[in-house]
T-cell receptor, first 118, second 110 residues
Framework: SAVISQKPSRDICQRGTSLTIQCQVD?????MFWYRQQPGQSLTLIAT?????????ESGFVIDKFPISRPNLTFSTLTVSNMSPEDSSIYLCSVLRGARTGASGEQYFGPGTRLTVT | GNSVTQMEGPVTLSEEAFLTINCTYT??????LFWYVQYPGEGLQLLLK?????DKGSNKGFEATYRKETTSFHLEKGSVQVSDSAVYFC?????????FGTGTLLAVQP
């Protein structure tokens, strides 16, 4: 498995501000993902971040709201922009290990960033 | 499209009871199936996986069998412990993406 760290682990932010979350992996990985877990709910994929290309966003998520950087094979950032209380969630990054074609590759998750917007 | 339907919780059991958490899926193609676990205050951990029909994933006494004919991947454990109390997520993996079920909270009482 991969060792994944996230910073910050938690934050309380005011509405209208932005927060950048960092995800660091202890080995090089091709595919990284960002998920959101709203209170008491399941995980929803925000976007897939591949090194050297633009992130691919899922339906309902846009780059202006959730810009993502992937400068190298061990690091990615997710920014939550112009925050509102509805953005209060746990944000998790994950990496894909296993077969590159993905059907059998499992994902390993970071510890998450707990964001509260007031 | 792809989706996962998971048994709603919470599930409350006494220690040493038998556990089943139901999971069914809808998918095009041949996805991989996973169970993830989230212990209180901790991150999401991979519990077990199966990559093709009739595969059985197992870990820490938990098992799940990939049943293509019933499109199911039910999680079972013969004797639960208090330390198994957590939220369990069934997930489907296809085209490098994971689709999660809603999660099932398991509470094991001593």
């Amino acid at each position: 498995s991969a060792v994944i760290s996230q910073k910050p682990s938690r934050d309380i932010c005011q509405r209208g501000t932005s927060l950048t979350i960092q995800c660091q992996v202890d080995s090089q990985v091709t595919m990284m993902f960002w998920y959101r877990q709203q209170p008491g709910q399941s995980l929803t994929l925000i976007a897939t971040a591949n090194q050297g290309s633009e992130a691919t966003y899922e339906s309902g998520f846009v780059i202006d709201k959730f810009p993502i950087s992937r400068p190298n094979l061990t690091f990615s950032t997710l920014t939550v922009s112009n925050m509102s209380p509805e953005d209060s969630s746990i944000y998790l990054c994950s990496v894909l290990r296993g077969a590159r074609t993905g059907a059998s590759g499992e994902q390993y998750f970071g510890p998450g960033t707990r964001l509260t917007v007031t | 499209g792809n989706s996962v339907t998971q048994m709603e919780g919470p599930v409350t059991l006494s220690e040493e009871a038998f556990l089943t958490i139901n999971c069914t899926y809808t998918a095009t193609g041949y996805p991989s199936l996973f169970w993830y676990v989230q212990y209180p205050g901790e991150g999401l951990q991979l519990l077990l996986k199966a990559t093709k029909a009739d595969d059985k994933g197992s870990n820490k006494g938990f098992e799940a069998t990939y049943r293509k004919e019933t499109t199911s991947f039910h999680l079972e454990k013969g004797s639960v412990q208090v330390s198994d109390s957590a939220v369990y997520f069934c997930a489907l993996g296809a085209t490098n993406k994971l689709i999660f079920g809603t999660g099932t909270l398991l509470a094991v009482q001593p």
